[in-house]
């Protein structure tokens, strides 16, 4: 089993954690959306969404986050023996949080010299790879279509207004949730936490802890908690606490200035 995702990718931590949680084994493929490398025509034929993360076992190949995750508690049974599957609650809530869209969130919180910087060099890896590629022209050129929109739509306030009351509903409803129980769905670790760990996750990266999360007492105890889980170290963890955030970010930024410096696009 393959998983080509990357700890940047919010999508990509949910279905890692499902993994780790169910104790499935899988080959770990990188693929860095901030240098364009899911716009490589090795992976783009496989998924011309060039959305992250992709599931592949054997000839099954599976891009929605949520199929992937209900998908990964089938194969516990068989590989470990794991017989817990989602109950309906617990599905309902990761149909829930996942219908919180936050690229637009944010790329709104991204200073927009670094956001504009990003956004004209993968420009030019999707004109490059459509050169070398013409017989994925048409993909590659809706890709490049939608760059284009989506710096359009970030001039829409009411699109981004959108996004952030669809996210202050959601945390609200799970601060609600919790005054009950110790995790979303009961007092056992579910995959809707492994779904809604990231998007908390999220909102630290940004800087938005504050405003979002420990305003929140029930979510902040909650946050502390999930924190000491080994799979949250290992997935998300190990990128992004402490100094590993400044790290893995400096890493990546360093990488893009380079490739744009010697325009190997």
């Known amino acids: 089993m393959q998983l080509y995702h990357h700890p940047c990718s919010l999508n990509s931590q949910k279905v890692r954690l499902a993994l780790e949680e169910k104790g499935v084994d899988y080959t770990s493929f990188h693929v860095n959306p901030i240098l364009g490398k899911n716009m490589d025509s090795s992976f783009f034929r496989m998924n011309t969404s060039a959305k992250l993360p992709v599931f592949k076992n054997g000839s099954h190949i599976i891009f929605d986050t949520i ?6 508690e ?3 049974v068989v590989s470990v023996g794991n017989n817990s599957f989602s109950n309906e609650e617990v599905i309902e809530w990761m149909q829930k949080i996942q219908q919180w869209n936050p690229k637009y969130f944010t790329l709104l919180h991204i200073p ?3 956001r504009l910087y990003v956004s004209k060099f993968i420009r030019k890896v999707v004109i490059a790879r459509m ?3 013409p017989d994925l022209a048409s993909a590659y050129h809706s ?3 939608e760059a284009y929109e989506t710096e359009e739509k970030l001039k829409n306030a009411d699109l ?3 996004s952030t009351e669809s996210l202050v509903q959601l945390l609200d409803e799970v601060e609600t949730k919790l005054n009950d129980t110790t995790y979303i769905v009961g007092d056992e670790f579910t995959m809707a936490d492994a779904t809604f760990v990231p998007v908390l996750a999220r909102l630290v990266l ?3 802890e504050d405003e979002y999360i420990s305003c929140r ?3 902040a105890d909650y946050w502390g908690l999930v924190q000491q889980r080994p799979t949250y170290k290992k997935v998300i963890g190990k990128y992004f606490n402490g100094w590993r955030k400044k790290k893995t970010l400096i890493k990546t930024w360093c990488s893009l200035h380079i490739r744009n410096l010697l325009k190997r696009y």
């Open 160 to 162: 981004v207004k959108r």
């Open 112 to 114: 927009d010299k670094h």
């Open 131 to 133: 050169a070398e590629s």
């Open 217 to 219: 007492p029930n979510i």
């Open 67 to 72: 199929e992937t995750i209900l998908y990964i």
């Open 74 to 76: 089938r194969i516990a």
């Open 206 to 208: 940004l800087g938005l």
């Open 143 to 145: 890709k490049l279509r």
